[in-house]
Nanobody
């Protein structure tokens, strides 16, 4: 199995910055996609940003221009730099690592894509 460990959450004032970091317990393979999602009470988990193994990025419209995702494929780490934070960014942020079908079969003997999740880190932005 693989564990994802997040760090870097906390309390910050509106307009401030935080950097989230996530590291996988194994680096014998590189996730097809790594990303960050967030969730607030009573709402579904939503995508914040993802980055593929070839460096292609995707951002939620609400964070474009403010957040930057980056990864180190060799170390199986993914970071999220968050600037100009707003109170509406307050949430629990989860790290995600996705194995594609081919990887999941080799690594896990599993048929299909497979997602690993961290336990989450709280980000609170005060107004």
């Amino acid at each position: 199995q693989v564990q994802l460990a997040e760090s870097g959450g906390g309390l910050v004032q509106a307009g401030g910055s935080l950097r989230l970091a996530c590291i996988a317990s194994r680096n014998s393979f590189s996730f097809d996609v790594m990303g960050w999602y967030r969730q607030t009470p009573g709402k579904q988990r939503e995508l914040v940003a993802t980055v593929t193994s070839d460096g292609s990025t995707n951002y939620a419209d609400s964070v474009k221009g403010r957040f930057t995702i980056s990864r180190d494929g060799a170390k199986n780490t993914v970071d999220l730099r968050m600037n100009s934070l707003k109170p509406e960014d307050t949430a629990v942020y989860y790290c995600n690592g996705r194995l594609n079908t081919h990887q999941a079969m080799i690594v896990l003997g599993y048929l299909g894509d497979y997602d690993f999740w961290g336990q989450g880190t709280q980000v609170t932005v005060s107004s």
